[in-house]
C-alpha cells in the first residue's frame, strides 16, 4: 500500500520559470494538504483540498501561487515566475476525512525540494 | 485562531538523558494533538496522538498526555538514543491541523 507519493524530489529552477510540484494521495484519501518548510523554520500551512475543491487557501500566498486536486490524477501545487524565497521543502500530506471533529492523523510525503538559482 | 507553542531547540542531550519538549496550544473546541517526528531529509512521520483530555499518547518510548487544564501536551522519553535524533513537531487538529514550529534534537553518545 503506497504511501504519499511526491515528485519531483529534488527541483532546480531560474529566476522567473515555472515550478510544479505533484502530490499522490494515499489510497483511499481525498483530502490533500500542501505545507512549505523553509530552512531553520517550522511547517507553514499553504493550502487544504478536496477533489476539485480548494477548501482552505488562507496560506497560499496571493500571487504567483496556486493549487489544484482534479477529479482525476494527482494534486498539483504550481509557482509561476519562481524567486529565490520560493526556494525550500514544500511538503504534501492526506487525510481520509476532514479535520473537524475528527481525530485522525495526516500521512506525508517525503518532500518536494525546491531550489530557486 | 488555533496556534501551538513549542519549546525552540537545539535540545542536546547525552545518550540516556531524560528528555522534555514543551508544548502549549490555543484552540477553540476539543482538538486532537500530535507529535511528529521529521528525520534528516525525509517528511513526518506521526509519533503519537491523543484525542481528549487526560488521554496518554506513547510510542517507542515517547509518552505525552493531553492536559486540557494546561493546554499542554509534552514529549517526554526516559532514556533517549542517537537515533531518536530529529525534528520533533507538535501538532493539533480542528478544523485544520496545525503545526509548531519544531523541536531539533541532538543526541551525543
Known amino acids: 500500500n503506497a504511501g504519499v507519493m511526491q515528485n519531483p524530489r529534488h527541483l532546480v529552477r531560474r529566476r522567473g520559470q515555472e515550478a510544479r510540484l505533484r502530490c499522490s494521495p494515499m489510497k483511499g484519501h481525498s483530502h490533500v494538504y500542501w505545507y512549505r518548510q523553509l530552512p531553520e523554520e517550522g511547517l507553514k500551512f499553504m493550502v487544504y483540498?478536496?477533489?476539485?475543491?480548494?477548501?482552505?487557501e488562507s496560506g497560499m500566498p496571493k500571487e504567483r501561487f496556486s493549487a489544484e486536486f482534479p477529479k482525476e490524477g494527482p494534486s498539483i501545487l504550481r509557482i509561476q515566475q519562481v524567486v529565490r524565497g520560493d526556494s525550500a521543502a514544500y511538503f504534501c500530506a492526506s487525510s481520509p476525512s476532514a479535520g473537524t471533529g475528527g481525530s485522525g492523523e495526516l500521512f506525508f510525503g517525503e518532500g518536494s525540494r525546491l531550489t530557486v538559482l | 485562531g488555533d496556534s501551538v507553542t513549542q519549546m525552540e531547540g537545539p535540545v542536546t542531550l547525552s545518550e540516556e538523558a531524560f528528555l522534555t519538549i514543551n508544548c502549549t496550544y490555543t484552540a477553540t473546541g476539543y482538538p486532537s494533538l500530535f507529535w511528529y517526528v521529521q528525520y534528516p531529509g525525509e517528511g513526518l512521520q506521526l509519533l503519537l496522538k491523543a484525542t481528549k483530555a487526560d488521554d496518554k499518547g506513547s510510542n517507542k518510548g515517547f509518552e505525552a498526555t493531553y492536559r486540557k487544564e494546561t493546554t499542554s501536551f509534552h514529549l517526554e522519553k526516559g532514556s533517549v538514543q542517537v537515533s531518536d535524533s530529529a525534528v520533533y513537531f507538535c501538532a493539533l487538529r480542528s478544523a485544520q491541523v496545525t503545526f509548531g514550529i519544531g523541536t531539533k534534537l541532538q543526541v551525543i553518545p
Open positions: 483540498l478536496q477533489k476539485e475543491n480548494i477548501i482552505d
